[in-house]
């Protein structure tokens, strides 16, 4: 039952920015659009959430659009440990607070 | 500070046997999730629990349980293995302030069953 699609694989070139995109057409007002990462059989990583405003952090930059039903995850100089499989998740504020995830985009940075 | 730490790391168990899985959640963080992982495949929600009790369960059968302790680690207990719970197991934790935080995982129990 995710509520976001995303492309299933993508590639980049080492040192250009790679542009994940994520589509939540049926977002809710109170619903946040989070990121991340999972890198081969590893715990996933958190990378970045927002609510409506494009958010900045060391690791990334989110892009939500002004109606809110898709966003864009942004690694502005993708290095080859960026190499994983990205999860874009909508989650509540409060109430159900599970985050589900769908199947992601595996991204792969060539040389 | 330390993250969400699980043990143990590799567990190999028989088929019809039970298995505890360990998770210690963040300092200060009262919520835990846990999360299957077979091979190849998505993550899967198993269970949520906050403050002490379960808020939310994933379509898995009853000899998945859990629970957590008064100080927020959590158990997840697998009765009666079978061969296709052989998966990574994933807990992860997050806090309360005015919202919930976003949830940090750990790095997982790998369960094999043979």
């Known amino acids: 039952d995710a509520k976001t699609t995303q492309p299933p694989s993508m590639d980049c070139a080492e040192g250009r920015a790679a542009n994940l995109p994520c589509n939540h057409s049926?977002?809710?007002?109170?619903?946040?659009v989070y990121w991340y990462r999972q890198i081969h059989s590893q715990g996933p990583q958190y990378i970045i959430h927002?609510?409506?405003n494009n958010e900045t952090n060391e690791m990334a930059s989110l892009i939500i659009t002004e109606d809110r039903k898709s966003s864009t995850l942004i690694l502005p100089h993708a290095t080859l440990r960026d190499t994983a499989v990205y999860y874009c998740i909508v989650r509540p504020s409060q109430g159900a607070q599970k985050l589900v995830f769908g199947q992601g985009t595996r991204l792969t940075i060539n040389p | 500070e330390a993250g969400v730490t699980q043990s143990p790391t590799h567990l190999i168990k028989t088929r019809g046997q039970q298995a505890t899985l360990r998770c210690s959640p963040i300092?200060?963080?009262?919520?835990v999730y846990w999360y299957q992982q077979a091979l190849g495949l998505g993550l899967q929600f198993l269970l949520w629990y906050d403050e002490g009790e379960e808020r939310n369960r994933g379509n898995f059968p009853p000899r998945f349980s859990g629970r957590q302790f008064p100080n927020y680690s959590s158990e997840l207990n697998v009765n009666a293995l079978e061969l296709e719970d052989s998966a990574l197991y994933l807990c992860?934790?997050?806090?309360?302030?005015?919202?919930?935080?976003?949830?940090?995982f750990g790095q997982g129990t790998r369960l094999t069953v043979v």
């Open positions: 300092s200060g963080h009262t919520s």
């Open positions: 927002g609510l409506k």
């Open positions: 049926t977002i809710s007002g109170n619903e946040y």
């Open positions: 992860a934790s997050s806090g309360r302030g005015r919202v919930y935080t976003e949830a940090f």
